[in-house]
């Protein structure tokens, strides 16, 4: 064996040309900030790192949604509140007239403000945000509530809701919205629930015939019917006789506590899944956050590794370059 | 005096073979960077030695050879080499170009994939959301873009090799009949006797490249003539006879024949070795490998997505409406159904009230715009393992980029090692054959003193006459 120019010079190129490639490699991490640049650093970080990218997306859609949910959800909380005020005026009104001896002029005020109150509640139960009626279900295009123009205080009947001085024009579905993987949330109460005491499922079933309406679920209330029926028996004087005119002020006093009831249940409900949403939220930013790290761990160069590690080649590269140079100054031409 | 006139001739042949042997050091010094060049040397015998009475004395010398240094072992070495290194290098440009439409970057197709089910996530929060329709059928359209711009992509690399492959193969053909030609020379030299250094050096070099090309293989009859053989055994040199290869363009297709004889026989890939095995590896397995997987993604998306949005219904009651365009059935019965998937994909909706985020309502009903029920449901595929019950969308899309990787990994690794048995392969080779500058010097300077002392000695013979001379006046 011996060494002849073409080994020499041929073992300085591929060892610049290694090295070089190296440093070329390490300047790219380094200016990046990314170790994972071609499928080929390092195939099998390939699907965590998709993965994990897909996840992070979905975690942030759904830290969106459960924003729009909690939007929704203090939106109704706030007209539920004014609802539950104005019950409790209602029940204050009605406390009085049966308690002082009222003139029926001083009844007919009454009367007058009750029907104010009437529709003040309409007004809450067609309550829209962003254009769209909260209490309509899916029909959020439709005003939920209104006036049954065939209502007559003679053929009232609790059992059927289309003899109620209101009428709902919404449909019993509830929206639901994805919070986390898997899990949907009710976000919404259907006016049907809230207002009229019947339940989703019974209004999903459909009337049974021959009724065309529904009745009030056993324990709950139409509250429209309750503040009509308060008002007639006010302006008729009517305090106890259930066969009278409202039914009677007595009677329509524990209507009025269980409407009372009815509100703040569902209030309570909603208030319930929006702390769920709260907390929902919360493990979404913890779970958004630990995908970010791993998805960090998985395709992030170390800054200061890759630096070291740029200097190292650094080093080796000069090296290699002032030995070139010194191969290229010995000859034994100078010698002869 | 008789002495001495053979004494000048002795001289005269010293003087010739230092001359001819400092010519072979020029030569070699001239060379000392030709690629493939082994060092000559002369080979110096003495002339027959002549009887005068009872001994011999030596007439001369003469240079009756001039050899190469080689060593048939390290040359057969770096051929076979050159076929693993033609081989890796022949893939890794090809590769290097999928890598990059297999991108891991924040925009390719995972994210779009993404994106479209996350548009349907966004519509389930609003679905009567007119924009967020748009949005859906927008991103719906990206997602087949991009399904297109793969598959082009794809496409062009295919032609890229298939444009790489028509130049080298005439570079393999002039190579081919170069060695043919070397084998006549060679055979007209040394059939007087000489040795053919030049020549048998050219011809080892162009079998070492058409290795790394074609992956030949090589043996030298008992005539010195060199026989190239595919690796399937078809022959390229038959003794002074040169066979032809020849691209032919089929369509978007390109085969290569080969024309022996008046035989035109096809190369298929069990005949190729080196760069042209490589591409067409590539060309014919890899990629249509990967396109089948595209197509069997798009296919997935676009009946999963159109299985639920046909039982849904849009906001102008619409229903039983595809989203996608479903792929056409395939011309053959025993071509898979998702064939052309990738390329075909496209948005079959174009009214935004059309896009069903409504579950489909038992008529008289209508659709309720708050209805959001198959919007959710839709939403959730990108999450379902629903490619062969294992691979949601993106993990089936993160295993393909996966495995261009390994095999763009793995090209990498075996290039770097077949180019540094190379370079160990090429130094043994040059350490038995090359050419050394100091080894030359040092010759240089012995030629040059013997060429001295000959001349030294011829001088003193001529004295020594010119005193035979003198005895006379």
């Known amino acids: 064996m011996k060494v002849t120019n073409g080994t020499t010079y041929r073992m300085l190129q591929t060892n610049l040309g290694k090295i070089s490639t190296r440093l070329e490699d390490l300047r790219n991490q380094g200016a990046t900030g990314i170790k994972l640049n071609k499928p080929s650093d390092d195939p099998a970080s390939i699907r965590p790192v998709l993965t994990t990218r897909s996840q992070i997306r979905s975690t942030e859609r759904y830290l969106d949604t459960m924003g729009v949910s909690l939007d929704k959800m203090e939106a109704t909380d706030g007209n539920l509140e004014h609802v539950e005020n104005i019950l409790q005026r209602v029940k204050e009104i009605t406390i009085n007239s ?12 009454f009367a007058d403000e009750v029907s104010q109150l009437r529709q003040e509640l309409l007004d809450a139960a067609n309550a829209t945000v962003d254009g769209k009626y909260i209490f309509a279900g899916y029909q959020e295009n439709v005003k939920p509530f209104v006036e049954n123009t065939s209502y007559d205080p003679a053929l009232y009947d609790q059992a059927d809701s289309a003899t109620w001085p209101y009428i709902y024009q919404g449909d019993p579905n509830p929206t639901e ?151 290229s100054k010995i000859s034994i031409l100078d010698y002869l | 005096m008789g002495g001495l006139f053979t004494a000048l001739n002795a001289g005269k042949t010293s003087l010739e073979v230092n001359q001819k042997s400092i010519e072979i050091i020029g030569n070699n010094i001239s060379n000392v960077n030709t690629e493939g060049y082994s060092r000559q040397s002369a080979v110096l015998t003495p002339y ?82 007119l924009v967020e329709r748009d949005i859906v059928i927008q991103r719906g359209e990206q997602l087949a873009d991009s399904f297109h711009t793969i598959t082009n992509d794809l496409n062009k690399v295919q032609q890229n090799i298939n444009d790489s492959i028509i130049s080298k193969v005439d570079d393999v053909n002039s190579k081919i009949t170069e060695i043919a030609d070397l084998n006549t020379r060679i055979f007209n030299i040394e059939i007087q006797g000489q040795t053919a250094n030049s020549a048998r050096d050219r011809r080892d070099m162009l079998a070492k490249d058409l290795a790394s090309s074609l992956g030949v293989q090589t043996y030298t009859d008992s005539k010195g003539m ?119 994909i496209s948005v079959a909706l174009t009214n935004s009230n059309q896009v069903a985020a409504a579950q489909a309502p038992v008529p008289p009903a209508t659709v309720a715009p708050g209805d959001n029920r198959n919007a959710l449901i839709i939403a959730d595929l990108g999450e379902t393992s629903l490619i062969n019950g294992s691979d949601t969308f993106d993990s089936y899309f993160g295993k393909m980029v996966s495995k261009v990787g390994i095999m763009s990994n793995q ?51 001529d004295e020594m006459m010119a005193s035979l001379m003198d005895l006379k006046r």
């Open chain 2, 226 to 344: 060199m026989a190239v053989q595919l690796p399937g055994g078809l022959p390229l040199v038959q003794g002074t006879e040169p066979m032809t290869i020849e691209a032919v363009p089929n369509g978007q297709e390109l085969s290569l024949v080969l024309h022996t004889g008046g035989v035109t026989r096809n190369i298929g890939l069990n005949n190729l070795g080196g760069e042209l095995y490589g591409l067409v590896n590539i060309r014919d397995t890899v990629i249509p490998g990967l396109n089948d997987n595209l197509d069997q993604l798009a296919y997935n998306i676009s009946t999963a997505v159109n299985s639920f949005h046909t039982t849904g219904a849009g906001l102008d009651d619409s229903t039983g409406l595809n989203f996608f365009t479903p792929n056409s059935a395939p011309p053959l019965a025993t071509d898979p159904l998702w064939l052309d998937a990738a390329r075909n």
């Open chain 1, 98 to 109: 049966i308690n002082g001896a009222m003139s029926p002029a001083d009844m007919t005020v």
């Open chain 1, 177 to 327: 919205l994805e919070i986390t993987p898997g899990e949907k949330l009710q976000t919404n109460l259907t006016g049907n629930d809230l207002f009229m005491g019947i339940s989703n499922s019974v209004m999903q079933a459909g009337p049974i015939p021959p009724a065309v309406g529904y009745p009030s679920d056993a324990g709950r209330v139409d509250i429209f019917s309750v503040l009509t029926r308060v008002e007639e028996a006010l302006r008729a004087g009517d305090i106890d006789d259930p066969a009278g005119a409202g039914g009677g002020l007595q009677l329509q006093m524990e209507n009025i506590d269980t409407a009372a009831d009815q509100s703040r249940r569902l209030r309570s409900q909603l208030g319930n899944r929006a702390s769920r949403v709260d907390t929902a939220m919360m493990h979404q930013e913890d779970v958004r956050l630990d995908l970010n790290q791993i998805l960090s761990r998985y395709q992030d160069a170390d800054a200061i590794e890759t630096f070291a590690a740029i200097t190292k080649q650094e080093t080796a590269f000069q090296a290699a370059l002032s030995i070139t140079a010194k191969v």
């Open chain 2, 411 to 461: 090209n990498k690794l075996s290039l770097g090692g077949a180019e540094d048995a190379m370079v160990q392969l090429q130094n043994l080779r040059d350490g038995m054959a090359g050419v050394s500058l100091d080894e030359e010097m040092i010759s240089l300077i012995q030629f040059q003193r013997g060429f001295e002392s000959s001349a030294k000695f011829l001088s003193t013979i």
């Open chain 2, 48 to 129: 027959p030695s002549m009887s005068f009475g009872s001994f011999f004395i030596g007439q001369g010398v003469k240079v009756s050879d001039v050899t190469r240094d080689h060593d048939t072992f390290v040359t057969n070495q770096l051929q076979e080499k050159s076929i693993e290194y033609g081989l890796q290098s022949g893939q890794s440009n090809p590769l290097a170009e999928l890598e990059r439409i297999f991108n891991i970057s924040d925009n390719n197709l995972a994210t779009d994939i993404d994106n479209f089910f996350d548009s349907w996530k966004v519509l389930s929060a609003n679905p009567s959301g």
